[in-house]
């Protein structure tokens, strides 16, 4: 098991350009895989988590050729073309890759069974495997978690199905189920979640229309290969816009990410903190938004979060809550169920990790009460989570001792290089073990 150990520091300063978006680059390779021809990625996330994806679709037939870092190209087998893995596809750490390979599992002519590591086994998959039974899927789960097995055969149909909880995730797999279903599928959003989905499936010819939270698509004969380039993972880049906010002692540049509308609901809620924001170099990456934010030192104070934003921000919240913990006064989230179920219970673990370093809280059922003070030194239980180890490593900058964080090892699933690229803008992190 590995460590960091952060010890306060002077402040953050400098520009730095985070690894590319991992949710982007899940669905270029499995895209990719099924369209007909090459498709070229550029800015693809070498983390293990995109790494398993990379290596399912390599199961499943398709051709991956990697000629150069962040470079990958695709050569896609066709709609109809993926072929029955000859082992369990193992997603790691992913849950993504697994709620989207249930999608385009689903309508496939052969069997497959997707595993995961011992924290994803524990994450419930029936929110997608039930839509998917309604589009005659036969999907299977264990007590509702994987392993999840998926019988080939059944001609899919199209659906019409409202959301009861907001999920990208399962928007996602029942559009890529769609692409094999009769009759368009329409999914319906209680509130707005990532559309990287929606935007991929355009650039690669597919007929999806979305209007008003309803995202409609209608089945293509086939998907025909492009250029994706990948931005900046905008998840990534909440870190060190945190640790701007919170620690900066001259302006934070952090260049080329990825603006989707339906990912930036943390620029809103720390503006809404007064913290200083600007979007700069705009510029798009293909279907996505891009653009450098630089951040200036501000002071924060204590808000209540908009629920609106929480579908826009909810990979965001470990690194919001220290900036909660950083500000003036009380922050309150709630309508946050969703962060129980991600690589931990979310809202337990950051609680506990802020009872270690000194931070008044109270955990709510949908979200946490956090009393914006000093923060000290501690220990802290990451629970495997990378983006909880980061936020605490983030949190250093206003500790008044060190902050050692536990089981860091899966940081690398979704942002390898975290530690040389935080202590090269002023983090004291060491790693260890």
Same mark, same amino acid.
């Given at each position: 098991?590995?460590?960091?150990?952060?010890?306060?520091?002077?402040?953050?300063?400098?520009?730095?350009?985070?690894?590319?978006?991992?949710?982007?680059?899940?669905?270029?390779? $499995?895209?990719?895989?099924?369209?007909?021809?090459?498709?070229?990625?550029?800015?693809?996330?070498?983390?293990?988590?995109?790494?398993?994806?990379?290596?399912?679709?390599?199961?499943?037939?398709?051709?991956?050729?990697?000629?150069?870092?962040?470079?990958?190209?695709?050569?896609? !087998?066709?709609?109809?073309?993926? /072929?029955?893995?000859?082992?369990?596809?193992?997603?790691?750490?992913?849950?993504?890759? $697994?709620?989207?390979?249930?999608?385009?599992?689903?309508?496939?002519?052969?069997?497959?069974?997707?595993?995961? #590591?011992?924290?994803? $086994?524990?994450?419930?998959?029936? +929110?997608?495997?039930?839509?998917?039974?309604?589009?005659?899927?036969?999907?299977?789960?264990?007590?509702? +978690?994987?392993?999840?097995?998926?019988?080939?055969?059944?001609?899919?149909? /199209?659906?019409?199905?409202?959301?009861?909880?907001?999920?990208?995730?399962?928007?996602?797999?029942?559009?890529?189920?769609?692409?094999?279903?009769?009759?368009?599928?329409?999914?319906?959003?209680?509130?707005?979640?990532?559309?990287?989905?929606?935007?991929?499936?355009?650039?690669?010819?597919?007929?999806?229309?979305?209007?008003?939270?309803?995202?409609?698509?209608?089945?293509?004969?086939?998907?025909?290969?492009?250029?994706?380039?990948?931005?900046? #993972?905008?998840?990534?880049?909440?870190?060190?816009?945190?640790?701007?906010?919170?620690?900066?002692?001259?302006?934070?540049?952090?260049?080329?990410?990825? !603006?989707?509308?339906?990912?930036?609901?943390?620029?809103?809620?720390?503006?809404? $903190?007064?913290?200083? =924001?600007?979007?700069?170099?705009?510029? %798009?990456?293909?279907?996505?938004?891009?653009? #450098?934010?630089?951040?200036?030192?501000?002071?924060?104070?204590?808000?209540?979060?908009?629920?609106?934003?929480?579908?826009?921000?909810?990979?965001?919240?470990?690194?919001?809550?220290?900036?909660?913990?950083?500000?003036?006064?009380?922050?309150?989230?709630?309508?946050?169920?969703?962060?129980?179920?991600?690589?931990?219970?979310?809202? *337990?673990?950051?609680?506990?990790?802020?009872?270690?370093?000194?931070?008044?809280?109270? !955990?709510?059922?949908?979200?946490?009460?956090?009393? /914006?003070?000093?923060?000290?030194?501690?220990?802290?239980?990451?629970?495997?989570?990378?983006?909880?180890?980061?936020?605490?490593? !983030?949190? %250093?900058?206003?500790? %008044?001792?060190?902050?050692?964080?536990?089981?860091? *090892?899966?940081?690398?699933?979704?942002?390898?290089?975290?530690?040389?690229?935080?202590? %090269?803008?002023?983090? +004291? =992190?060491?790693?260890?073990?």
């Amino acid at each position: 098991m590995s460590d960091f150990i952060v010890e306060p520091g002077a402040g953050v300063a400098g520009r730095v350009r985070v690894p590319g978006d991992k949710s982007i680059s899940h669905r270029a390779l $499995m895209f990719g895989a099924i369209a007909s021809g090459t498709t070229r990625v550029t800015g693809f996330l070498e983390g293990e988590d995109c790494l398993a994806t990379l290596r399912a679709v390599t199961s499943l037939g398709a051709r991956v050729e990697r000629p150069a870092a962040g470079e990958v190209w695709i050569e896609g !087998v066709g709609l109809a073309g993926l /072929g029955a893995p000859t082992a369990v596809l193992d997603m790691g750490n992913a849950g993504t890759a $697994m709620r989207l390979f249930m999608g385009l599992l689903a309508g496939q002519s052969f069997d497959s069974e997707l595993v995961g #590591d011992q924290s994803l $086994m524990r994450r419930p998959m029936e +929110r997608v495997a039930r839509p998917l039974r309604e589009m005659g899927a036969r999907i299977e789960t264990l007590e509702g +978690r994987p392993p999840v097995r998926i019988h080939g055969g059944p001609r899919l149909h /199209g659906i019409r199905y409202a959301m009861p909880m907001a999920s990208a995730q399962v928007k996602s797999a029942l559009l890529l189920a769609g692409l094999y279903a009769e009759g368009a599928t329409t999914v319906i959003e209680p509130a707005v979640t990532r559309d990287h989905t929606e935007r991929m499936l355009q650039s690669f010819g597919v007929d999806v229309t979305a209007r008003g939270g309803t995202v409609t698509l209608r089945p293509p004969t086939r998907l025909e290969s492009t250029r994706v380039e990948v931005p900046g #993972d905008f998840s990534s880049a909440a870190f060190f816009i945190v640790a701007a906010c919170i620690g900066a002692r001259a302006p934070v540049v952090i260049e080329g990410v990825g !603006v989707n509308p339906t990912r930036i609901g943390l620029l809103e809620m720390l503006a809404l $903190m007064g913290a200083d =924001l600007r979007l700069v170099n705009h510029r %798009s990456a293909g279907a996505e938004p891009v653009a #450098d934010i630089e951040v200036r030192p501000a002071t924060l104070s204590g808000i209540r979060v908009p629920e609106r934003l929480v579908p826009i921000a909810i990979d965001e919240f470990p690194a919001f809550f220290v900036a909660a913990a950083c500000a003036r006064g009380e922050t309150l989230v709630t309508g946050a169920e969703e962060l129980r179920v991600k690589e931990s219970d979310r809202i *337990a673990v950051m609680a506990r990790g802020l009872d270690a370093v000194g931070v008044r809280n109270e !955990v709510l059922p949908d979200g946490l009460r956090i009393e /914006g003070g000093a923060i000290e030194g501690g220990v802290v239980d990451s629970h495997g989570d990378h983006r909880v180890a980061m936020a605490f490593a !983030v949190a %250093s900058l206003r500790a %008044s001792g060190a902050i050692e964080i536990r089981d860091v *090892a899966n940081v690398a699933t979704s942002f390898p290089g975290f530690a040389p690229l935080a202590r %090269s803008v002023g983090l +004291r =992190l060491e790693e260890r073990g």
